[in-house]
């Protein structure tokens, strides 16, 4: 009998904090059969102990529900955290020496693989070269992918794996790789990957994400990403091992092949346009830097006969948009399809936006009419919003503050769902949070409880369910436990309150995320009422 299917034990959990909507002064849990079975003060925790197969002395800790990723590529995150990470490389020139040094470091390797850089936070400002790459790897196959995963620079010996993709769209002689070349150059890396490898990547990234307190991640896979292989993998060996839960999305029009496989809808990374990093982000002007407006992979027509088809199946349909003529194809598309199957169905359906960084007043008032879900990463505006960032450099400062505006999606309606695109940012959920309520422009910034709720409960409602993501009788018990410093609410002007519990209104209290703040530790995680991290030491 393997993990999965053991029997959770009843566990008391008290002498801590719960965050709970249910008791806002809640110091004690009970767990059982998977599920939240009570939560209360200490006092009546001891009429549970004795039918308790665990009790757990919580020592002041604190109990939050266990976060949600709402969009990952976990074996891409699993080969970041084992290969080549550049995205703390100060420079070119110390970039090509960590390439430099891991090609020497790795022999055996039939592809070298790294991820993170960013030649606009380096001195250079430019893309390492490929002859500089085929010197610093001994002439090897190298795939390098930029921080947005939307372009790549490789060796000669990688492009010769790949046939035909100098003839290729996104195929320009000397630059980075985007398009249908950036593709066909990712396929050829990963296909060289062995199904251990990639099975150790998947694991690693998987246990990376229970150690952070998070205990389920969508994934964001599809043909041009990753592999059918690679998809049910992933899903196979979370149903087998102990770790967070994986909700599966397929990005591919082909709706019948996304149910094949196992997800839950052809969504995810389904590209209606690039990022806004690789110049490839679809916009309604062009870029301050480059004279185009990006590329546009489907137009609302296609849109609209995607949405159709995935509700008429019971699918979730879903896109990645980040310009704000992408974001228009969709809006436009989805009303088509709701015009053709109806605005009660397209809406009960959930479809989901990937990313939707560039909206305006009528696209956020759409997206609240439709009941389109917004999946966004707010680490993307902690690592490239404000003046100087790379958001002002390829749009200008006025375009740039218009980006990832959480408080007035909340402000319409409009379902927010918190992600990281990991590996494009890291796997890290407080600093999540934190990035939302510090947000660089900040007419743009919600409550830390509002984007507490995005990154908890928000993930689970983008899958359709409601009864989960929150420590209440009957909801799933997807918890974590940390070790923090004193709770606070936070007041609408930005400044705290030190008590635990906001008698006033009955709101848990939540860990100070102020910027000079130390972030919680995680000391325990549990999925489905099995403990899948506990902290050595603890």
Same mark, same amino acid.
């Given at each position: 009998?393997?993990?999965?299917?053991?029997?959770?034990?009843?566990?008391?959990?008290?002498?801590?904090?719960?965050?709970?909507?249910?008791?806002?002064?809640?110091?004690?849990?009970?767990?059982?059969?998977?599920?939240?079975?009570?939560?209360?003060?200490?006092?009546?925790? =001891?009429?549970?102990?004795?039918?308790? =197969?665990?009790?757990?002395?919580?020592?002041?800790?604190?109990?939050?529900?266990?976060?949600?990723?709402?969009?990952?590529?976990?074996?891409?995150?699993? $080969?970041?955290?084992?290969?080549?990470?550049?995205?703390? !490389?100060?420079?070119?020139?110390?970039?090509?020496?960590?390439?430099?040094?891991?090609?020497?470091?790795?022999?055996?390797?039939?592809?070298?693989?790294?991820?993170?850089?960013?030649?606009?936070?380096?001195?250079? /400002?430019?893309?390492?070269?490929?002859?500089?790459?085929?010197?610093?790897?001994?002439?090897?196959?190298?795939?390098?992918?930029?921080?947005?995963?939307?372009?790549?620079?490789?060796?000669? !010996?990688?492009?010769?794996?790949?046939?035909?993709?100098?003839?290729?769209?996104?195929?320009?002689?000397?630059?980075?790789?985007?398009?249908?070349?950036?593709?066909?150059? /990712?396929?050829?890396?990963?296909?060289?990957?062995?199904?251990?490898?990639?099975?150790?990547?998947?694991?690693?990234?998987?246990?990376?994400?229970?150690?952070?307190?998070?205990?389920?991640?969508?994934?964001?896979?599809?043909?041009?990403?990753?592999?059918? =292989?690679?998809?049910?993998?992933? *899903?196979?060996?979370?149903?087998?091992?102990?770790?967070?839960?994986?909700?599966?999305?397929?990005?591919?029009?082909?709706?019948?092949?996304?149910?094949?496989?196992?997800?839950?809808?052809? !969504?995810?990374?389904?590209?209606?346009?690039?990022?806004?990093?690789?110049?490839?982000?679809?916009?309604?002007?062009?870029?301050?830097?480059?004279?185009?407006?990006?590329?546009?992979?489907?137009?609302?027509?296609?849109?609209?006969?995607?949405?159709?088809?995935?509700?008429?199946?019971?699918?979730?349909?879903?896109?990645?948009?980040?310009?704000?003529?992408?974001?228009?194809?969709?809006?436009?598309?989805?009303?088509?399809?709701?015009?053709?199957?109806?605005?009660?169905?397209?809406?009960?359906?959930?479809?989901?936006?990937?990313?939707?960084?560039?909206?305006?007043?009528?696209?956020?008032?759409?997206?609240?009419?439709?009941?389109?879900?917004?999946?966004?990463?707010?680490?993307?505006?902690?690592?490239?919003?404000?003046?100087?960032?790379?958001?002002?450099? /390829?749009?200008?400062?006025?375009?740039?503050?218009?980006?990832?505006?959480?408080?007035? *999606?909340? %402000?319409?309606?409009?379902?927010?769902?918190?992600?990281?695109?990991?590996?494009?940012?890291?796997?890290?959920?407080?600093?999540?949070?934190?990035?939302?309520?510090?947000?660089?422009?900040?007419?743009? /910034?919600?409550?830390? %409880?509002?984007?507490?709720?995005?990154?908890?409960?928000?993930?689970? %409602?983008?899958?359709?369910?409601?009864?989960?993501?929150?420590?209440?009788?009957?909801?799933?018990?997807?918890?974590?436990?940390?070790?923090?410093?004193?709770?606070?609410?936070?007041?609408? =002007?930005?400044?705290?309150?030190?008590?635990?519990?906001?008698?006033?209104?009955?709101?848990?209290?939540?860990?100070?995320?102020?910027?000079?703040?130390?972030?919680?530790?995680? $000391?325990?995680?549990?999925?489905?009422?099995?403990?899948?991290?506990?902290?050595?030491?603890?």
């Amino acid at each position: 009998m393997n993990e999965r299917t053991t029997p959770p034990r009843t566990v008391l959990l008290r002498r801590g904090e719960v965050h709970s909507p249910a008791d806002p002064f809640a110091t004690a849990m009970v767990v059982e059969h998977g599920q939240i079975a009570w939560v209360g003060s200490e006092g009546a925790a =001891d009429s549970f102990a004795e039918g308790v =197969d665990e009790v757990v002395d919580l020592d002041g800790a604190l109990v939050t529900p266990a976060f949600t990723d709402a969009h990952v590529h976990t074996t891409s995150t699993g $080969l970041a955290l084992t290969g080549l990470d550049l995205s703390a !490389a100060p420079s070119l020139a110390d970039a090509l020496g960590r390439v430099r040094d891991f090609a020497a470091a790795r022999p055996d390797d039939r592809v070298l693989l790294g991820h993170g850089w960013d030649a606009a936070r380096w001195p250079e /400002r430019r893309a390492p070269r490929r002859d500089e790459l085929d010197e610093a790897t001994g002439g090897r196959p190298l795939y390098l992918s930029r921080i947005d995963v939307h372009s790549a620079v490789v060796t000669t !010996a990688l492009l010769e794996l790949t046939p035909g993709v100098r003839g290729k769209a996104g195929f320009a002689d000397g630059e980075p790789l985007t398009r249908d070349a950036h593709h066909a150059v /990712r396929a050829a890396a990963f296909a060289a990957i062995t199904p251990a490898q990639r099975t150790e990547a998947q694991r690693a990234a998987l246990v990376h994400a229970a150690s952070l307190g998070i205990g389920s991640v969508h994934e964001c896979a599809g043909p041009e990403i990753s592999s059918e =292989d690679d998809f049910t993998g992933l *899903l196979r060996l979370a149903a087998e091992e102990p770790g967070p839960r994986v909700v599966g999305y397929w990005a591919e029009l082909d709706v019948d092949k996304a149910r094949e496989l196992g997800a839950i809808g052809a !969504a995810g990374d389904l590209f209606v346009d690039g990022s806004i990093g690789s110049h490839s982000a679809c916009l309604h002007e062009p870029y301050a830097d480059a004279a185009h407006t990006g590329t546009a992979y489907l137009d609302a027509a296609a849109v609209a006969a995607h949405v159709v088809a995935c509700t008429e199946a019971g699918l979730q349909a879903g896109f990645h948009a980040i310009g704000d003529a992408a974001v228009t194809a969709v809006v436009e598309g989805v009303r088509a399809a709701a015009e053709k199957v109806g605005l009660a169905r397209v809406r009960a359906a959930r479809h989901r936006v990937e990313h939707a960084e560039m909206l305006t007043p009528e696209t956020i008032a759409a997206f609240a009419e439709l009941g389109l879900t917004a999946s966004v990463q707010p680490a993307f505006d902690a690592l490239w919003g404000g003046e100087d960032g790379m958001y002002a450099q /390829r749009l200008g400062v006025e375009r740039a503050r218009t980006l990832n505006p959480f408080a007035a *999606l909340l %402000r319409t309606g409009v379902p927010l769902a918190f992600g990281s695109d990991s590996p494009v940012t890291p796997l890290d959920p407080w600093g999540t949070v934190r990035a939302a309520a510090f947000h660089r422009t900040p007419e743009h /910034r919600v409550s830390v %409880r509002a984007a507490f709720t995005a990154h908890t409960r928000g993930g689970w %409602r983008a899958i359709g369910r409601d009864d989960a993501g929150v420590l209440m009788p009957g909801a799933p018990a997807d918890y974590a436990v940390w070790r923090t410093d004193a709770l606070v609410v936070q007041a609408p =002007d930005d400044r705290v309150a030190r008590w635990s519990t906001d008698p006033r209104s009955g709101t848990p209290g939540l860990p100070d995320l102020t910027p000079d703040a130390d972030l919680p530790v995680c $000391l325990r995680t549990v999925v489905g009422g099995r403990t899948v991290f506990v902290r050595p030491g603890e």
